[in-house]
């Protein structure tokens, strides 16, 4: 998303926050999940409705009187007013309306995560998934494969989560596989991932390693990443022999990320080049 849609978004997501931070801990937050990914899957096979509900030639409050006539029976009062809300918004085109609305949804499912006390362990499953994929090429082809039916993907993922992964995580891996709309399955699950983080308002760090760190060593890099980004960050460690020795962290996303790499691998490139000169 960018210009008009990025501040859409935002908007949107504050006014869901504002609705909700006067409840419990995830008080409603579940029910405007499944009431917008709902939604959102109707956007999503109805191109006519998220253009008349993004028209920026109607009005907000009349977008808004659309979705009463049309959905105000079929949604509870409270993720009706969501959607209300983020209609009323101005986005740059119908596409961005469908994906907002889904972004919404996403982070109702994480904060209803969070009331129950449930967010670092779908933070972790999610991560732990898409680590599975990287593993198993055959499951991700099945996942991503375009002729096998909604219903089939859904099946197996209940075949491989129902019952060992937490509702929330299996809600929103459902969502990824079915609605990537061409976009990478993986960075799909990251996004997911790191959007739980800054619930948390933390950093996501993916720190590759050739052994697995102990507990002190995590309470030491977790304490140094701390004092260089003002703020706790979580780690998510990968195991990669290829690392020869030392540790890679990565911060961040797209243009956005950094990397502080002490990796013997690293140094031994490095020194090649110098010899090179």
């Excluded at 919404?104 to 680590?131: I, K, M, N, Q, Y």
């Excluded at 593993?135 to 019952?163: N, W």
């Excluded at 299996?170 to 969502?175: G, N, P, R, W």
Aim: charged letters at 30%; aromatic letters at 2%.
């Amino acid at each position: 998303m960018q210009g008009a849609s990025r501040e859409a978004l935002k908007a949107s997501l504050a006014s869901f926050e504002d609705k909700v931070g006067s409840l419990p801990d995830g008080a409603g937050s579940g029910e405007v999940s499944d009431g917008l990914f709902a939604v959102a899957g109707l956007l999503d096979r109805e191109p006519s409705l998220r253009r008349a509900l993004s028209d920026p030639a109607s009005s907000p409050g009349s977008r808004r009187q659309l979705v009463q006539n049309l959905l105000g029976s079929q949604l509870a009062p409270l993720p009706l007013q969501v959607l209300q809300d983020v209609v009323e918004q101005p986005w740059s085109s119908p596409v961005d309306l469908r994906d907002g609305v889904e972004k919404v949804a996403a982070t109702a499912a994480l904060r209803a995560a969070e009331g129950s006390g449930e967010l670092d362990d779908v933070e972790d499953e999610l991560f732990r998934f898409a680590r599975l994929l990287e593993r198993e090429p055959a499951l991700r082809a099945a996942l991503t494969d375009p002729g096998l039916p909604a219903e089939r993907k859904s099946a197996i993922l209940t075949d491989l989560l129902g019952g060992k992964a937490k509702e929330t995580t299996v809600q929103l891996v459902d969502v990824s596989v079915n609605r990537r709309r061409g976009r990478s399955l993986e960075d799909l699950l990251e996004e997911l991932s790191t959007l739980a983080a800054q619930r948390r308002e933390r950093y996501v760090a993916h720190v590759r390693v050739a052994l697995p760190l102990d507990a002190t060593q995590t309470s030491r890099l977790q304490s140094s990443l701390a004092r260089i980004y003002g703020r706790e960050v979580q780690l998510q460690v990968d195991v990669d022999p290829t690392v020869v020795g030392g540790v890679q962290v990565r911060v961040g996303r797209g243009p956005d990320t950094e990397v502080l790499d002490g990796t013997v691998t690293r140094k031994l490139e490095a020194a090649r080049r110098g010899l090179a000169r």
